[in-house]
């Protein structure tokens, strides 16, 4: 392989790890807004800032996903979150995140139940 060659595949290389970076902007697995709008307007700032600071780690996906339904051990999870370097939540802000994910588990264990019946 030439020069040129082993350059225009690394130019490939950097323009597909870019492409795909950016497609997954947004797609964090997080709620529509259809779903968002639903919410409790003190619930929806909560889950604006659960929306902001979780996804820097890691998709939505995996804590709304979760089977979680207790809300000591949304506390004991988030807590450990926010030990994570760079996680940036403060306690304050985990206490508001606590308050959608709390109301989050709620309704979602309404909607099982719901659904197994």
Wanted: with cysteine; hydrophobic share 35%.
């Amino acid at each position: 392989m030439t020069t040129r060659s082993i350059r225009g595949l690394w130019i490939l290389l950097l323009a597909l790890t870019l492409a795909a970076c950016i497609g997954s902007v947004g797609r964090r697995g997080g709620l529509d807004g259809e779903a968002q709008a639903k919410l409790p307007e003190a619930v929806r700032e909560s889950y604006q800032l659960f929306a902001q600071k979780c996804s820097r780690c890691h998709t939505l996906s995996r804590p709304l996903g979760a089977f979680i339904t207790d809300p000591a051990h949304w506390r004991q999870y988030v807590t450990r979150m926010r030990r994570q370097p760079g996680s940036g939540i403060s306690e304050r802000d985990g206490d508001r995140i606590l308050v959608f994910l709390e109301y989050y588990a709620k309704e979602k264990g309404r909607d099982e139940e719901v659904t197994n019946e």
